[in-house]
Nanobody, 122 residues
Framework: QVRLVESGGGSVQPGGSLKLSCSVY????????MGWLRQVPGKEREGIAV???????GYSDSVKGRFTISKDFVKNVLYLQMNSLQPEDTAMYYC????????????????WGQGTQVTVSS
């Protein structure tokens, strides 16, 4: 079973940047769908970035042009580079995976990390 561990959250001022990391354990050297989602208390979880086994990426309109998802397949780490952060980006960010899918990824992931908090305020 895959295990996902996020890191890199924190507090930043509007306009700042953060880079989240998600270490993947249990599925070395295999490629599958992965993504990042975020959730604000009282609201539904929002899928914001996804990457398939070939490295093809997709983004939600809310983060397109500001966030970049990437994966180091050697280190088995998923990243989310977040630039031009705004207060509305404040949320708990989750790394997720579906080891049964290589392509045609969606946000209906089957494995989740514990989340890392991102707070954007002045």
């Amino acid at each position: 079973q895959v295990r996902l561990v996020e890191s890199g959250g924190g507090s930043v001022q509007p306009g700042g940047s953060l880079k989240l990391s998600c270490s993947v354990y249990g599925y070395d050297y295999r490629k599958f769908c992965m993504g990042w989602l975020r959730q604000v208390p009282g609201k539904e979880r929002e899928g914001i970035a996804v990457i398939d086994g070939d490295g093809n990426r997709g983004y939600s309109d809310s983060v397109k042009g500001r966030f970049t998802i990437s994966k180091d397949f050697v280190k088995n780490v998923l990243y989310l580079q977040m630039n031009s952060l705004q207060p509305e980006d404040t949320a708990m960010y989750y790394c997720a995976a579906d080891v049964s899918r290589y392509a045609s990824c969606s946000y209906d992931f089957t494995s989740w990390g514990q989340g890392t908090q991102v707070t954007v305020s002045s």
